[in-house]
């Protein structure tokens, strides 16, 4: 069973960074798509990046692209995303989200659905 656990949120002034990351285990992590989301209160869960399996197509959201980074190491099962020139309403629930047929025929969209997620990590972003 596929495993993701998130790090490295906290809390960070605006123009600030962060680097989140993501430990995937219990299947071989080169045959996965990986993806952030993140769920602001009250809002719904959005896609903020995706990466393909060997990182040559990458995909960020307009509010991030620019400012993000997403990056993922094949020989740690890690992926990460860097985040600079933080926003307020970059402040979030950041999820890290994995799945095998994301770029393929029956899944074509690296935007999603993915089947496995972490807990996620809390992001702050204050003013």
């Known amino acids: 069973q596929v495993q993701l656990v998130e790090s490295g949120g906290g809390l960070v002034q605006a123009g600030g960074s962060l680097r989140l990351s993501c430990i995937f285990s219990?299947?071989?992590?080169?045959?996965?798509?990986m993806a952030w989301f993140r769920q602001a209160p009250g809002q719904e869960r959005e896609f903020v990046s995706a990466?393909?399996?060997?990182?040559?197509?990458?995909y960020y959201a307009d509010s991030v692209k620019g400012r993000f980074t997403i990056s993922r190491d094949n020989a740690k099962n890690t992926v990460d995303l860097q985040m600079n020139s933080l926003k307020p309403e970059d402040t979030a629930v950041y999820y890290c989200?994995?799945?095998?047929?994301?770029?393929?025929?029956?899944?074509?969209?690296?935007?999603?659905?993915?089947?496995?997620w972490g807990q996620g990590t809390q992001v702050t972003v204050s003013s």
């Open positions: 989200a994995a799945d095998p047929r994301i770029g393929y025929y029956s899944k074509p969209n690296y935007v999603g659905p993915y089947d496995y």
């Open positions: 219990g299947r071989t992590f080169v045959s996965y798509a």
């Open positions: 990466i393909s399996r060997l990182s040559d197509d990458i």
